[in-house]
């Protein structure tokens, strides 16, 4: 099926550190959403792309839709105690309804 | 905009009886809601998905049954844990999105239910 490959699964980094994380396909998706998850709430969704090569910002993030259509990245610049939480890429499945497959995520730890 | 509220946001029960979880889409209509588990650290698992006004369709291995699920307007669908038992603890979250057409869905906060 189509899955999303989310790396890294968790990392812990120091305040004002800029973060980098990814997520990668072995299929074509055209539409890539990213959301985050504080602990005991749901997903927000922070950033969707429709558009290969698109880059678009909201705020310290920023996010890009591969070029290939398999892959998208997100990066947090300046990395603040309240980003902590755990990042989902997620993409829909065309043929199913569009239905949302989800990364694994990435548990992201700050330290102040 | 795009406001998805989930209620009650936890809930403690015994083992036996049934619970029932409300999901609203508060500013703008849902064609199609979700409802998703989710074990402690780990992603959400997609248990159904529900049209309004008609039958929700299952994920393999989710028990109809057992995760009774209605739709009965554009703002609100019901999941149903009937005859909880304590594996059936979990975090428990519904999605709304506008029109199947529409990719973006919008997450409710989660219920936490503990089968004790």
């Known amino acids: 099926g189509q899955q999303l490959n989310q790396s890294p699964q968790s990392m812990f980094i120091q305040e004002g550190e800029d973060v980098s994380m990814n997520c990668t396909s072995s299929s074509i998706f055209n539409t890539w959403l990213w959301y985050k998850q504080d602990p005991g709430e749901g997903p927000v969704l922070l950033i969707a792309l429709y558009k290969a090569g698109e880059l678009t910002s909201n705020g310290r993030l920023t996010a890009q839709f591969g070029i290939t259509r398999k892959d998208s990245f997100l990066n947090i610049s300046a990395s603040i105690p309240s980003d902590v939480g755990i990042y989902f890429c997620a993409g829909p499945i065309y043929n199913a309804g569009n239905m949302l497959t989800f990364g694994g995520g990435t548990r992201l730890m700050v330290k102040p | 905009g795009a406001v998805v509220s989930q209620h009650p946001s936890w809930v403690i029960c015994k083992s036996g009886t049934s619970v029932k979880i409300e999901c609203r889409s508060l500013?703008?209509?849902?064609?199609?809601m979700f409802w998703y588990r989710q074990f402690p650290k780990q992603s959400l698992m997609l248990m159904a998905t529900s049209n309004e006004g008609s039958k929700a369709t299952y994920e393999q291995g989710v028990e109809k049954d057992k995760f009774l699920i209605n739709h009965a307007s554009l703002t609100l669908s019901t999941l149903t844990v009937t005859s909880a038992h304590p594996e059936d603890s979990s975090f428990y979250i519904c999605?709304?999105?506008?029109?199947?057409?529409?990719?973006?869905?919008?997450f409710g906060p989660g219920t936490r239910l503990l089968v004790l």
């Open positions: 500013d703008f209509q849902a064609t199609t």
């Open positions: 999605s709304a999105r506008e029109a199947e057409w529409r990719e973006t869905q919008y």
